[in-house]
Each structure stands twice: as structure tokens, then as C-alpha cells.
């Protein structure tokens, strides 16, 4: 199986975390999507092993929580000991929601509004992640009226340009994210940042995209940027207490992915800071790292029931399912490859190929072109793997769909975290 948390059991049935899928389906119906909470926090307590290792005591995961946002998932990376990041004003929200310490979020995006900025000085929010000098001057208008410092973070584009999908590559030069070191505008906006009142500049940011299976694009971002901070402490006299990494590493989404070992690559990207900060004589700043994808999509498995299954001769076999788009958009968005296979014939061999289609009217609402899987059949239970991350946290409502539930699986017991919205809660909101 694609992760070690999935099985096959002895009716041929997939399992997850234990757990038999078909009874799953019927037991919380589909779609759904379940989360191995389990796996969830080994892959946090992989990261801050790893990162307590080789970057030191002060060293910390943050949980890039648009990935997958629902309180469920900050408590749990809060017992974790992680703190996170936070994209707008909702996901703060639901983090204060949690009870997440409002010291722990990074606050990020690369327009916050001041309605944003505002709710993010209300909350204490301990660190905001600044990307302009827009937003750089308006953070310090605002403390300054409260009379208050707000501590931050520059984002800074290291001009890294890794191997992932143009819409998800965030590091360079040519990027809507932070400013960059070639421009000169990264040397510019950080001797703003120290000049201004209410501000407290603690140090650098960068993230150079997503879904990257490559570790030397990190090593190359950790090199240019503690290249940088010797640059700023020579030139500005600039002492930088915390360089945040940023996320991005790979998962597996099918068996042709590589497996990612996430401690060796901790490894190596502290071994060229560590090489760096020794060359230049700077001291080591406190490094933080913020996965995502990494974290939860590898304990995601979405469950649909297949409803119709056709075949076009001469052309290809299309399995319909009860989902589509509005739970998984992320074919349409960026044909991203899944895994699939028949959950209540596990056993079989996928024998033919074909389109899975969600039930939405619209040809793009697929979740996978030429998927290998087995023959399938109405109201069998089809399983999509990989879905933890940019999943629920990127559905919809298109065709007025209900959002499906997402339950967590924890030594061998299923929970519903978020439950399954309902026609009601469709036209909640509808005021006329
Ligand atoms: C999306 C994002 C992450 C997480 O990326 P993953 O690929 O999910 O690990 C981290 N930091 C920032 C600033 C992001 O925008």
C-alpha cells in the first residue's frame, strides 16, 4: 500500500488505521473524508525530533494550517507542541476558536487587510509574517496608536525557482510573495522594518512552493538566505534571531512519487545553515519550518460510492462518483495525480484503467484521468488516497453540494471532527 497506515484485511477489504473502509462508508457515508490522526501526530513528532536535533531546543515545526483547517486539527498539532501559520482571517479565527496560544500563530498572506491586521493585533497574534511595505507600514501605524510592538517577520524571495506546478511555486524573483534580495527591494524593506515605530524585527521568511520532492532547492533557499543575514549584519548592523524555512516538502501521491525521508532532509538543510552561520560568523538563529502538506496529506483517504460506470468504445471508461470538484478540485486546478482502488475489493488487481468523474456538470470535474483500478461497479466503495491536504480546505458548495464530513481515525476509533453539511446549511446564509 501507498502508506504503511493502509492495509488489506482478511474480507479484501481496505483499511485505515485499523479500521475496515466499507464499514467506515457505511457507518459515516460518503463522500467523507478520514484523517489517520495517528499519523498526523507521528509526522509532527517526526519533524520536531528531527528539527530539536539538528537545529537545536528552540527550533520549531509550525503547522501551515491551510492545508486542512477545522479545530479538530490545531488542538491536535497544539498537543503536538507545534506552533502554526495562519493565511486570513478565518483561519485565525477557527485557531482562537481551538484555544490555539495566540503566541504560537505566524500570521501570513501577501495582502492582509486592515480588518485582518486589526483582528491580528486584537489577538495577540505573536509574530506576523510581513510581505510588503504596504502592509510593513500600516502594522506600524496601527501598534503604534495601541501603543504597543507588534513583532514580525519579513517574507523575503530568495529567487529560487524548484521543480513543482507553476501555481504553486512561490520563490521567485518574479513572485506576488514578499520582496526579493536580487531586486535590492528584500535590503530595502528590512532597513524600513528597523527604522519604524511599534515594529520589533526578529527575522526572515521565505517559502519557496509546494509538493517539491527535490531537497537541494531548500538547501539552495538556506544558503542564499543566511547569505543574506551576514549581508545584513555587516550592512545594517542587523542581528536576525529567526529564519522561518518555510514548507513545501513532498508527499506521495502515487507509487511513482519517491519516498521522502523529512529527518534527512531537516539534516541536511541545518548542516549548510549551520556551515554558513560558522563561515560568516553570525550566530544561529532560531530556524522554524512551516509543513503543511507533509503533515496531513499522506493521513487523508477520501471514500465515495461509485454510482455510474460507463465505457465509450474506442475511448476511455469513466467511474462516476457521489463527489467530485467541490471535495477535491485539485485535478481540475493543477492535474494533480491520486491513487484509487475499489475499498470492498482491495484484494483485486486493478485490472483496467479509468476516468474517475465527480457528479458535477462540468467535463473538468475529475478526480484522475487513467487511473489504474479495479473493475468497478454501482455502489461499490471507491477509496482516493492522499487526501489530507488542499482538500476540505479547498471545497466548495459549486452546484450546491454539501460539503462532506471529515472524521479521525485515533487508535482504532472513528470520530466525526467536522460533520457533513446539510441543504440547510446551504441556504443558511440566504437572507432574501
Ligand atoms: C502553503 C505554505 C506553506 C505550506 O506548504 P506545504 O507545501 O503544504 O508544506 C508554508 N508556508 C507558507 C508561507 C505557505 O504559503
Redesign the pocket.
Same mark, same amino acid.
Given at each position: 500500500m501507498l502508506h504503511p497506515n493502509l492495509a488489506v484485511n482478511e474480507n479484501g477489504h481496505l483499511t485505515i488505521g485499523g479500521l475496515d473502509a466499507v464499514d467506515l462508508a457505511r457507518e459515516f457515508g460518503t463522500p467523507a473524508y478520514f484523517i489517520d490522526e495517528d499519523m498526523v501526530r507521528e509526522n509532527c513528532r517526526t519533524y520536531r525530533r528531527a528539527m530539536a536535533k539538528y537545529f537545536g531546543g528552540n527550533s520549531r515545526p509550525l503547522y501551515?494550517s491551510?492545508?486542512l483547517s477545522c479545530t479538530a486539527i490545531y488542538h491536535i498539532v497544539r498537543e503536538e507542541g507545534l506552533g502554526i501559520?495562519c493565511?486570513s482571517g478565518g483561519e485565525l479565527y477557527t485557531a482562537k476558536t481551538a484555544g490555539f496560544p495566540a503566541a504560537w500563530i505566524y500570521f501570513?498572506g501577501n495582502n492582509k487587510t486592515d480588518r485582518d491586521l486589526a483582528d491580528a493585533l486584537d489577538m495577540g497574534v505573536g509574530t506576523i509574517?510581513v510581505d510588503n511595505e504596504d502592509e510593513l507600514r500600516t502594522i506600524s501605524a496601527m501598534a503604534s496608536a495601541r501603543g504597543c510592538t507588534q513583532k514580525i517577520l519579513l517574507?523575503i524571495s530568495p529567487g529560487i525557482d524548484p521543480h513543482t506546478h507553476r501555481a504553486?511555486s512561490?520563490g521567485s524573483v518574479d513572485s506576488k510573495?514578499g520582496r526579493a534580495i536580487e531586486t535590492g527591494q528584500a535590503k530595502a524593506i528590512v532597513a524600513e522594518a528597523m527604522s519604524l515605530p511599534g515594529i520589533d524585527l526578529a527575522g526572515l521568511?521565505c517559502?519557496i512552493? &509546494?509538493?517539491?520532492f527535490e531537497i537541494d532547492p531548500f538547501v539552495d533557499a538556506a544558503r542564499i538566505m543566511t547569505a543574506f543575514i551576514a549581508e545584513l549584519k555587516r550592512d545594517l548592523a542587523f542581528d536576525c534571531r529567526e529564519l522561518n524555512l518555510?514548507?513545501?516538502?513532498g508527499v506521495r501521491y502515487t507509487e511513482f512519487d519517491p519516498v521522502i525521508d523529512y529527518a534527512d532532509a531537516i539534516e541536511r538543510i541545518a548542516a549548510v545553515v549551520h556551515q554558513l552561520c560558522a563561515e560568516h560568523n553570525i550566530p544561529i538563529p532560531t530556524i522554524l519550518l512551516?509543513?503543511?502538506? &507533509?503533515?496531513v496529506a499522506a493521513a487523508g483517504t477520501t471514500l465515495y460510492t461509485v454510482g455510474s460506470v460507463k465505457e465509450i468504445p474506442g475511448f476511455k471508461r469513466y467511474i462516476s462518483v457521489d463527489g467530485g470538484m467541490p471535495d477535491n478540485p485539485r485535478y481540475a486546478l493543477y492535474a494533480s495525480r491520486y491513487t484509487a482502488l475499489i475499498a470492498n475489493r482491495a484484494a483485486e488487481e486493478k485490472t483496467v484503467t479509468a476516468t474517475i468523474a465527480g457528479r458535477c456538470c462540468e467535463s473538468g470535474d475529475l478526480i484522475g484521468e487513467d487511473m489504474p483500478i479495479q473493475p468497478a461497479r454501482r455502489g461499490d466503495i471507491l477509496a482516493v488516497l492522499s487526501t489530507g491536504?488542499?482538500n476540505y480546505s479547498m471545497a466548495s458548495n459549486y452546484n450546491r453540494i454539501p460539503r462532506p464530513p471529515v472524521v479521525l481515525i485515533a487508535g482504532g476509533k472513528a470520530t466525526v471532527a467536522v460533520r457533513r453539511e446539510t441543504y440547510a446549511d446551504l441556504v443558511a446564509l440566504d437572507v432574501l
Open positions: 501551515a491551510k492545508a501559520d493565511v501570513h509574517v517574507r504553486i512561490t510573495f521568511h517559502h512552493g &509546494s509538493q517539491i518555510g514548507g513545501g516538502l512551516e509543513p503543511g502538506r &507533509s503533515l491536504a488542499y
